[in-house]
């Protein structure tokens, strides 16, 4: 019912393992887990194109000798989907979420100054999907902390 000639199954099984260059259709993607380090901010291109900026925080633990320490790290995501931008503006800080983007590797510019960002090796993520896991924790006003002497 399922057959598949002989010389297709080679084809195929021999491509899942290419060594041939990259090609421009291939794509490199990065999920994360973490949180929101601050509230989504809108910002805008050179061309006044609209764009959404967010950071997500997260953490790794890492072997030290006196023991295991969280070590943090921060991604800056840059998202140009109107539709998800208008999504990304109601996110607050402290948010729990999930992340798919795509990442680029810009190679530093020759002619730039080593210590500016152009002169060094940049990594771009850009926004594909965020799905909130767990909203902020929020302190109701007017607390019986405030005030009371």
Do not use: C
């Amino acid at each position: 019912m399922f057959s598949l000639s002989r010389g297709a199954a080679l084809r195929a099984s021999s491509r899942a393992f290419s060594t041939t260059p990259s090609r421009s259709s291939d794509m490199a993607r990065l999920l994360l887990i973490g949180r929101l380090g601050k509230d989504p901010e809108v910002r805008y291109t050179k061309t006044n194109k609209e764009y959404v900026a967010y950071t997500i925080a997260t953490t790794n633990n890492s072997p030290t000798p006196e023991g295991v320490q969280p070590t943090t790290t921060w991604h800056h995501v840059l998202s140009f989907h109107p539709a998800a931008n208008n999504y990304l503006r109601t996110l607050k800080r402290g948010s729990l979420v999930f992340a798919e983007a795509n990442f680029e590797l810009r190679q530093p510019d020759p002619n730039a100054d080593p210590d500016s960002p152009e002169g060094q090796r940049q990594i771009f993520l850009r926004h594909e999907h965020i799905r909130v896991l767990k909203r902020p924790y929020e302190e109701k006003e007017g607390s019986e902390s405030e005030g009371s002497s």
